[in-house]
């Protein structure tokens, strides 16, 4: 290759570079930079500058996923829907004395239901836990781990991880139903409703 030929290619990497480090400035100042970006991921910001071994990749994606998620009007349900779903979550807290399986698995459903309700896109379990992850980072880990023992078989070890699924649906579901943005999860009456149920399995097994 002439001089005149590598002179023209280094010149195009440069341009390239120079492209490449301005759409990576752009798109981090949209997500709000790295202080933004460690505010509203939390430890979501953490756990993707791990997996990706890059702080720059895990920005890059993080202020994507924020982006995606500020294009959508999220509103809080409406008292009819409120009651309507509270009834259903009641309902599946019965039904998992005798059905542990199915009702973690109906729960994970009726998850879905809530957040389409509020207004989240009807798409896949790990694009709903990303918009999650940009409203409320601290119940991300919580649904994915929910969704991981939700196939557990029923057995001494499997129930249990359905325990914990149904637990880890309970306070994500609290929170998606609640008006407020800063809602804690009514662990206290859910907590009760758990013991209510554990003893009432205990005495059927008796009987």
């Known amino acids: 290759m002439s001089a005149l030929g590598w002179t023209i290619l280094a010149l195009c990497v440069v341009a390239l570079a120079v492209v490449a480090f301005v759409l990576i400035h752009r798109i981090g100042q949209r997500g709000g930079g790295t202080l933004m970006l ?40 409406e008292d009819r829907e409120r009651a309507d779903y509270v009834a259903r979550w009641d309902a599946l807290q019965t039904q998992f004395v005798d059905d542990p399986a199915e009702a973690t698995r109906q729960a994970d459903l009726l998850i879905a239901d809530v957040m389409r309700s509020r207004g989240y896109p009807e798409v896949g379990f790990d694009e709903r836990v990303e918009l999650i992850s940009a409203d409320r980072p601290e119940f991300a880990g919580s649904y994915r781990e929910a969704q991981a023992g939700a196939s557990s078989q029923v057995n001494d070890r499997g129930t249990e991880k359905l325990r914990s699924s149904f637990v880890h649906y309970r306070d994500l579901f609290a929170w998606l139903v609640d008006d407020s943005a800063h809602a804690k999860p009514r662990r206290a009456k859910a907590q009760d409703s758990d013991r209510t149920a554990a003893m009432s399995g205990s005495d059927r097994r008796r009987a």
Do not use: M, N, W
């Not at 994606?61 to 959508?72: C, Q, V, Y």
């Open 38 to 77: 460690r505010r509203r991921f939390g430890p979501e910001y953490d756990r993707a500058v791990e997996q990706s071994g890059d702080r720059r990749t895990a920005e890059l994606k993080l202020a994507e996923i924020a982006r995606r998620r500020d294009e959508f009007h999220i509103r809080p349900l």
